[in-house]
């Protein structure tokens, strides 16, 4: 077990290189340097920028070098801990990332354990009851889950709260906490609100992850060691929590190596439509100011959420698992 | 063997004896008709398919024309009964308010608007081959004015044609962005699961890492790179690549598991043994096997790409105007002002929403009739 | 009731209601098992063996369902007790769980897939014992380690801990067979027990099964379609065809003196030591019909050498004695049929 999780941790610096270059190529992909750019849009807003200036931000990232050169200039300046200045909101990067941060990985992780809340007792019941009235209305649930985009269901949900109780609900936090120093009202004011995006961009996992698991349960349902246990004289009840959803269970749990970044990147398009203080909006504000560093710190953020992610459900994974333990260690 | 002649089926009913000979297909198909729903979202993605290939038939406008005296207009009922058997609509009637100085749209209660099947309207292309202006439904005379079935835009443009002529594009990219992702998938996991070995491991970590990559960071950020200047058609393909870039991976694994499973099976080593080469077995004896299972897992994937489409040009990262997909049109109720005005901006919404479970429910019923024991 | 007599079936009908239609998996079939003695069902694949012993334990799953006929089963061999059907109970009910596992008990087919790969042996072996007896964990293993010692797996203790992927397929029915005895069942069913294992193994654990039936004086259903397997190991001989009894007798009267032409037709297709070396072997023309499409009259009609046109394609023959222990369902020796519908 232990080498086991050795041999995972020592992959992590070898996806996160590997990472690294994909977002600085993202950085890189807009036609023309970003300093270029941002002059125009410097000489469009009016105010402009000395020539000393320019070479000044021109050497920091070496855009006269190679771009091999310029990634390790940037990956250097990263592993230092200093992630750069935002040129669109002239702060440090680190400054504006960081509570976004933290209120993205709370609200993936509380969707996370919401939707294995959820999903689990439907796809329960739906497997051991196949054909029956849940069944069908489970059905029914998921596959609407499954359709509506998450930024739909936010849509709806924020329109049907305006017009018929006037409040909008949107933000994570009321008025008066938003911009206070964390406090345990400020947490309390959190968990009343961070319910509502949590429902809505869980959906879709719930709907999904319920599906999975009724067909890994059907598939084990009809498994020889079913009949043996029943030969057994094993309660049904106690054989269905026994054997088969053991076993259903874990590809549910390697699902989780899927599932958590795509609840961090989902969470994007439900932050935008309900103005939440995560990283999401900021990335979509970069990719449109063509803030290419801010950006690029976003995206591999997102990888190494992505990237823990992983690593979490495939040490969960051995640990359920007999098999896969002794296979990979 | 000389007993054969006494076939057991001999005086049997002939149905019972048509499912002993039936091939492969023709079993999937009588599965297939019994699962209703399935059989239902077939009937809907037929309808759905056919408004793609003639939205303007369907349409009432031009789906780009704009007319700023009628923006906002909120949607208007098709009336089918008035003292017997009739088609047309109530007239609506802005009036602006003086103290808000806002238009507000008042239906008249008397005043009618006279509408036909399968007459004149503005001229549209038949498949990019010749030119009609014959309309499912059109204005019985053309000085009315028109009717909005779910309403118009922020600049007067009419719903009702624009999502249909939207079904045309984000059907369109859907079923490209899975061509494309299936020709990929089934050449790498056919590759991966047929050979084994060292190849198959390297392109088991290479979708173990894409897949790891949470999908929509990386969308956003490669279209985002696209060059604005780039037309509606450059930006069309663009948007499809990209979609396809990263999705194969799921097919490839679907791909790769029957290879495995396959190739264990005794026709497949028959095949082996009597000395068929490989590109034979593969392309001979397993890909026609999995067919059933590729076309189900085709449809699966294609809603997938119908909604990633959708949230990138939602977020304004995907088609760009003057392009009409439903993500572009419910690009106009991306704030809770515009929502709480006209809430029907939202509609184009619905029309994502049936898409999408109606392939869901078609796929899945074809995956079931195609393997009817998984 | 013969007081020997434990489990008596009687024209017990299990139907599978599939979509393509109902398949008649057991049709009337009707045996008994007496105490110590061995039975062997024997047959072609899909004759109806596997189901006639999943509707004795009632674990017959949907689509299939246990239509008609009776099982009467003695919980306490005193000779007193009368007799209960065990159609009678549910399934799912207490009194019936209470039986299986405890009093009959069943040794599957396949060891590798009847076990859970992601439970050790211990704990699956542990839960058989702790289902029925009221006993500690400690006990529990107790038990189940001088159980695995006696079908002769050695280091049971070490056994205990790991997972079922680790055996031999030999140890692995092993496991199974320790596991079925380890609540001291009356009644052994073993499903096949030798098919998933090399012959070689096959041998010592047909022997095993045979010690530990004559020591406890078992009865044990045997099921097999092995002739050899059955010659080997049972007293008396119930063969199946198309989910109906075609002969029943003695193992001997079987071998020596078999009645019906499946029987017969069965019998001449084992190779002898005696049988020439260049020698076509006698195999049984045709094949078994598809279960949907059962022929009208005797199912083996189609494929026997002593077909009676108008006769057995019309009316189906229903066993009848040949002899005070031997019975069979053919044209040829009686006239019996079913009444037609």
Known sequence: MLVFILKRLMLLPVLMFVFSIVSFILIQAPPGD???????????????????????????????????????????????????????????????????????????????????????????????????????????????????????????????????????????????????????????????????????????????????????????LNKPYMEMARAKGMPEWKLVLKYPLRLAINPLVSSLGWYLPLIFSGSLIVATVLNLPTIGPLLLRSL??????????????????????????DILLAWLDPRIRMEEA | MSSETLSPDQNLPEEADAISVAPNW?????????????????IIVIFIVIIAAFPGFFSTQDPSESRTRGSFIPPQAIQFWDNGPALFAYAIEGKRNPRTLKMEWITSETKKVPLRLFGRGYEWEVLGLFKTDIHLLALVNPDDPPVHILGTDRLGRDQWSRVLHGTQVSLSIGLLAVFLSTIIGIVLGGISGYFGGWIDMFIQRLIELLQSIPPIPIWLALSASLPRTWSVTQGYIAITAILALITWTGLAREVRGRFLVLREEDFVVAAKLSGCSQLRIVFRHMVPTM???????????????????????????????????????????????????????????????????????????????????? | MNPDIILSIRNLKTRFFLDEGTAKAVDGVSFDVSRGQVVGIVGESGCGK?????????????????????????????????????????????????????????????P???????????????????????????????????????????????????????LSGGLRQRVMIAMALVCGPKLLIADEPTTAIDVTTQAQVLNLLRRLQKEQNLAMIFITHDLGVIAQIADYVVVMYLGRVMEQGPVDDIFHNPQHPYTSALLASIPTIHSGTREELPTIGGSIPHPFNRPKGCPFYPRCPGFIPGKCDRFTPVPSPVSDKQSVACFLHSDAAEETE
């Open chain 1, 288 to 313: 449109i100011s063509q803030d290419m560093f801010l950006a690029g710190t976003i995206v591999l953020t997102y990888f190494g959420l992505a990237v823990i992610g992983t690593l979490l459900s």
């Open chain 3, 50 to 110: 596997s189901v006639t012993i999943k509707s004795i334990l009632g674990i017959v799953q949907k689509p299939g369902e246990v239509v008609g006929g009776e099982i009467f089963y003695r919980r306490r061999d005193d000779g007193v007790q009368e007799p209960i059907n065990l159609r009678d109970l549910d399934d799912r009910g207490e009194e019936m769980r209470d039986i299986r596992g405890n009093e009959i008990a069943l040794i599957p087919q396949e």
């Open chain 1, 34 to 220: 970003f300093v270029t750019s941002y002059v125009a849009e410097l000489a469009a807003s009016g105010s402009s920028m000395d020539q000393v200036q320019i070479e000044a931000l021109r050497n920091l990232y070496g855009l006269d070098q190679p771009a091999y050169v310029q990634y390790f200039k940037w990956i250097s300046r990263i592993l230092q801990g200093d992630l750069g200045l935002s040129l669109d909101f002239q702060k440090p990067i680190s400054e504006l990332i960081g509570q976004r941060l933290l209120l993205t990985v709370i609200l993936g992780l509380a969707t996370l354990i919401f939707t294995f809340m959820v999903a689990l007792p439907i796809g329960i019941i739906s497997a051991t009851r196949q054909y029956s009235f849940f069944d069908y209305f489970f059905t029914v649930f998921n596959y609407v889950g499954v359709a509506t985009p998450t930024f739909m269901t936010a849509l709806i949900l924020m329109w049907f709260a305006f017009s018929n109780f006037g409040i909008t609900i949107t933000g994570l936090f009321s008025p008066e906490f938003a911009d206070a120093s964390w406090s345990f009202a400020k947490a309390v004011d959190l968990a009343k609100h961070i319910w509502l995006p949590m429902v809505i961009l869980g959906l879709d996992g719930t709907a999904r992850l319920a599906r999975i698991l009724r067909a890994n349960l059907l598939d084990e």
């Open chain 2, 291 to 374: 067919s059933s299972h590729i076309i189900a897992a085709v449809t699966l994937a294609i809603p997938v790409m119908i909604i990633n489409e959708t949230f990138l040009s939602f977020l304004g990262l995907g088609l760009r105007p003057p392009a009409i997909s439903w993500g572009v049109l419910l690009q106009e109720a991306q704030n809770l002002q515009s929502v709480a005005l006209a809430p029907w901006l939202m509609l184009p919404g619905v029309a994502v929403i049936i898409t999408v479970i109606a392939l869901n429910i078609l796929g899945d019923g074809l995956r079931d009739a195609a393997d009817p024991y998984h």
């Open chain 3, 112 to 166: 590798m897939a009847a076990l859970s790969p992601v439970h050790t042996i211990g704990n699956q072996l542990i839960e058989a014992v702790r289902l029925h007896r009221d006993v500690s964990r400690e006990e529990a293993a107790n038990i189940c380690i001088a159980r695995m010692g006696e079908v002769g797996i050695s280091n049971p203790e070490e056994r205990m801990g790991v997972y079922s992927w680790e």
């Open chain 2, 26 to 42: 023709k079993l999937v198909w009588w599965r297939f008709k019994k699962h209703k729903l399935a059989m239902i979202s077939g």
